[in-house]
């Protein structure tokens, strides 16, 4: 299958400083790029979806300000926290998709952010 | 918007038997379902899915059907090894909302 990568894959931060996950897609270009943010022991939370070279569309209840998103290329998207709290920390993933609607989503390996 | 419920949230087998993870959906324009299972720390791998064209697929050990009647699929897993331990979610795919449904994780354990 496809391989989605993300970077870092665990982040520690102090509270008040902002902090950038990169997601790329290695072998496919990715028109779609999705946001999850995952509880322990939950389901998958949509935060946003960014589309190639336009604003991303922000799930209600997601604050956009506070969680940044760039998808500069069809390789590259960006989530940045801004002003991180500790009720921030979560674990951050990232999926891509083709050029089509229909294709698969394929899902990077996740980001752990703590903020202390 | 689409809705997607998966039973049961926990599930233990005996090593060599078979576990079928079910899910049903609510959108009947909803026209791709795709399986993923997560280990503990990873993010989600897809194993396994299906078109609404299609009403069975199968690969290996894995296989799953689906009844666009009664608007649910399910995931079976035969002959499970302790590797198969993890968390599967099914997912919906709905035209309308372009995007992925999950339903709430199977923690599945196949013991020794």
């Known amino acids: 299958g496809a391989v989605v990568s993300q970077h870092p894959s665990r982040v520690i931060c102090k509270s008040g400083t902002s902090v950038k996950i990169e997601c790329r897609s290695l072998d496919f270009q990715a028109t779609t790029m999705f946001w999850y943010r995952q509880f322990p022991k939950k389901s998958l939370m949509l935060m946003a979806t960014s589309n190639e070279g336009s604003k991303a569309t922000y799930e209600q209840g997601v604050e956009k300000d506070k969680f940044l998103i760039n998808h500069a290329s069809l390789t590259l998207s960006t989530l940045t926290v801004t002003s991180a709290h500790p009720e921030d920390s979560s674990f951050y993933i990232c999926s891509a998709r083709g050029l089509a609607v229909t294709d698969t989503q394929y899902f990077g390996p996740g980001t752990r952010l703590t903020v202390l | 918007g689409e809705n997607v419920e998966q039973h049961p949230s926990t599930l233990s087998v005996q090593e060599g038997d078979s576990a079928v993870i079910k899910c049903t959906y609510s959108?009947?324009?909803?026209?791709?379902f795709p399986w993923y299972k997560q280990e503990l720390g990873k993010g989600p791998q897809l194993i396994i899915d299906i078109r609404s064209n299609v009403g069975e697929k199968k690969d290996q050990r894995i296989a799953v059907t689906l009844n666009k009647t009664a608007k649910h699929f399910s995931l079976h897993i035969t002959e499970t090894q302790p590797e198969d331990s993890a968390v599967y979610f099914c997912?919906?795919?709905?035209?309308?909302?372009?995007?992925?449904?999950f339903g709430s994780g199977t923690q599945l354990t196949v013991l020794p």
């Open positions: 997912a919906a795919f709905s035209g309308s909302a372009r995007q992925l449904t």
């Open positions: 959108d009947s324009a909803s026209n791709y």
